[in-house]
């Protein structure tokens, strides 16, 4: 079976802190994407990365930056959180098999 | 600027009947069209696709059908269940499994 973890289901930061949500797939895919859901927005994408040290910024890429040391793990980094970065965030890995997702990390930012 | 459309937020069935959720899409380079089933606090969960050299394809209980001439397309659940409710995105993309487009969903709630 596809897996794709994030390393927390939930999180509370506070304002201006710098957060770092995690993502680890171990199906070898090159693709790796981060989203975010909101109510009504549906899920937008913020960066995504075709190989190891590559990124692309997605459709908001602002208040976000991301990190692809090893092919397997797809970090997003939020460099001074802020409460409109409340949200849940959603990574995926894709290939030809598919796109799948991790549970999803629901971060709060107070 | 949406490029994919779900304009039905929410829609109630009742079990054993038919659902159908709709989509558009403005994008003409899309090709390849994806449904999603996502719960509450889980990731979504792929349930069909359709390339856009197609114009239905069936997977059991689900179907998707493409209109291009329309850049419309629909899922149909037949017959649903309790199960079923939940929300389902339409997604696109410009090549296969590669970066998706999302649509804003529609919350299903099948009734007993």
């Known amino acids: 079976d596809v897996k794709v973890t994030q390393s927390s289901r939930y999180l509370v930061k506070r304002t201006g802190e710098k957060v770092f949500l995690e993502c680890v797939q171990d199906m070898d895919h090159e693709n790796m994407f981060w989203y975010r859901q909101d109510p009504g927005l549906g899920l937008r994408l913020i960066y995504f990365?075709?190989?190891?040290?590559?990124?692309e910024k997605g459709d908001i890429p602002e208040g976000y930056s991301v990190s692809r040391e090893k092919k397997e793990r797809f970090s997003l980094i939020l460099e001074s959180a802020s409460t409109n970065q409340t949200s849940m965030y959603l990574c995926?890995?894709?290939?030809?098999?598919?796109?799948?997702f991790g549970q999803g990390t629901r971060l709060t930012v107070v | 600027d949406q490029q994919v459309k779900q304009n039905s937020p929410s829609l109630s069935v009742q079990e054993g009947r038919i659902s159908i959720l709709n989509c558009d899409y403005t994008n003409s380079m899309f090709d390849y069209f994806l449904w999603y089933k996502k719960y509450p606090a889980e990731g979504p969960t792929f349930l069909i696709s359709?390339?856009?050299?197609?114009d239905k394809n069936e997977d059991g209980r689900f179907t998707v059908f493409l209109n291009k001439s329309a850049k419309h397309l629909s899922l149909h659940i037949v017959p649903s269940q309790p199960g079923d409710s939940a929300v389902y995105f339409c997604?696109?993309?410009?090549?296969?499994?590669?970066?998706?487009?999302f649509g804003t969903g529609t919350r299903l709630q099948v009734t007993l």
């Open positions: 995926a890995s894709s290939s030809r098999e598919g796109a799948f």
């Open positions: 990365s075709y190989d190891v040290k590559m990124k």
């Open positions: 997604a696109a993309s410009e090549k296969g499994w590669d970066k998706l487009t």
């Open positions: 359709i390339s856009s050299i197609k």
